[in-house]
Antibody, heavy 119, light 107 residues
Framework: EVQLVESGGGLVKPGGSLRLSCAAS????????MSWVRQAPGKGLEWVSG????????DYADSVKGRFTISRDNSKNTLYLHMSSLRAEDMAVYFC????????????WGQGTLVTVSS | DIQMTQSPSSVSASVGDRVTISCRAS??????LAWYQQKPGKAPSLLIY???SLQTGVPSRFSGSGSGTDFTLTINSLQPEDFATYYC?????????FGQGTMVEFK
């Protein structure tokens, strides 16, 4: 069974940093591209960042480019999102999601971790 | 970036109704479109991929159609468990943008 478990969310001050983790199990982690998708309170889904299975290729939404870094440790089956220079508008539930190449869509999701940005 | 526009933003319906949700892409995305369902406090779940293919385990009352820039999600005979928010997402290019969502509410 595919499991994605996010952690690392919490309260951070504007301008601060935080690292999110997503522990994966139940599938061959390094065979799948992964992404982070966020959802601000009461708002819709926003794609944040994606990374290839090997970790070589990465992409970012313009809203986070230069502030967020996605990475993965395939030996630990873990996806990361390092967030810096956090702003109030970054406050959201952050989901990690597994990309299915055949499906060209996200076929697995974690339960999400809440990031609160407030002084 | 490709913009995805859903309509309506919300729809009120009753059990047994047929509901149609539209999604328009700002440029041609062929059939690179997915639909997701999200219930309050939960992660999204995949309903439809490649515009019209039903994900395993999803009831057949859900269907998707369209190609190019215009797409439709149809729910036939709405069931109580279908009251949720639905999102389209393009898979043509990065960033993988979502529509703003359509909430299906109980009339």
């Amino acid at each position: 069974e595919v499991q994605l478990v996010e952690s690392g969310g919490g309260l951070v001050k504007p301008g601060g940093s935080l690292r999110l983790s997503c522990a994966a199990s139940g599938f061959t982690f390094d065979s799948y591209a992964m992404s982070w998708v966020r959802q601000a309170p009461g708002k819709g889904l926003e794609w944040v960042s994606g990374i290839s299975g090997s970790g070589v290729s990465t992409d970012y939404a313009d809203s986070v480019k230069g502030r967020f870094t996605i990475s993965r440790d395939n030996s630990k089956n873990t996806l990361y999102l390092h967030m810096s220079s956090l702003r109030a508008e970054d406050m959201a539930v952050y989901f990690c999601a597994k990309w299915g190449d055949y499906y060209e869509s996200y076929i697995g999701w974690g339960q999400g971790t809440l990031v609160t940005v407030s002084s | 970036d490709i913009q995805m526009t859903q309509s309506p933003s919300s729809v009120s319906a009753s059990v047994g109704d047929r509901v149609t949700i539209s999604c328009r892409a700002s440029q041609d995305i062929s059939s690179w479109l997915a639909w997701y369902q999200q219930k309050p406090g939960k992660a999204p779940s995949l309903l439809i991929y490649a515009a019209s293919s039903l994900q395993t385990g999803v009831p057949s009352r859900f269907s998707g159609s369209g190609s190019g820039t215009d797409f439709t999600l149809t729910i036939n005979s709405l069931q109580p468990e279908d009251f949720a928010t639905y999102y389209c997402q393009q898979a043509d290019s990065f960033p993988r943008t979502f529509g703003q969502g359509t909430m299906v509410e109980f009339k």
